[in-house]
């Protein structure tokens, strides 16, 4: 069982940046690909970014491309969100999720998931 545990999300105005990060319970880290998804209210859970297990493969929604960096430290069991440049349409809970197959960008496949981070962008 993998515990996720997100942090490092608040308020800030459009433009602005932000870094989240997700910290690992299990020692096996490094053995799962690790997503990032978000939730704006009265909307559905969408896919953000995906990374590979050694880090060296990446993917994102088309919507964060250029402005989001998704990286992992398998030393420490984290995962990180960078966000930059950020827009209102932003704001969303942010859920870091752990998967043992690279390449899905449907929740559904996950199998692990953190309780969320809330990021809300003012304009």
């Known amino acids: 069982q993998v515990q996720l545990v997100e942090s490092g999300g608040r308020l800030v105005q459009a433009g602005g940046s932000l870094r989240l990060s997700c910290a690992a319970s299990?020692?096996?880290?490094?053995?799962?690909?690790m997503g990032w998804f978000r939730q704006a209210p009265g909307k559905e859970r969408e896919f953000v970014a995906v990374?590979?297990?050694?880090?060296?493969?990446?993917r994102y929604a088309d919507s964060v491309k250029g402005r989001f960096t998704i990286s992992r430290d398998n030393a420490k069991n984290t995962v990180y969100l960078q966000m930059n440049m950020l827009k209102p349409e932003d704001t969303a809970v942010y859920y870091c999720?752990?998967?043992?197959?690279?390449?899905?960008?449907?929740?559904?496949?996950?199998?692990?998931w953190g309780q969320g981070t809330q990021v809300t962008v003012s304009s």
């Open positions: 999720a752990a998967d043992t197959t690279y390449g899905h960008t449907s929740g559904s496949e996950y199998d692990y």
């Open positions: 299990e020692r096996t880290f490094s053995s799962y690909v």
């Open positions: 990374i590979s297990r050694t880090g060296s493969i990446t």
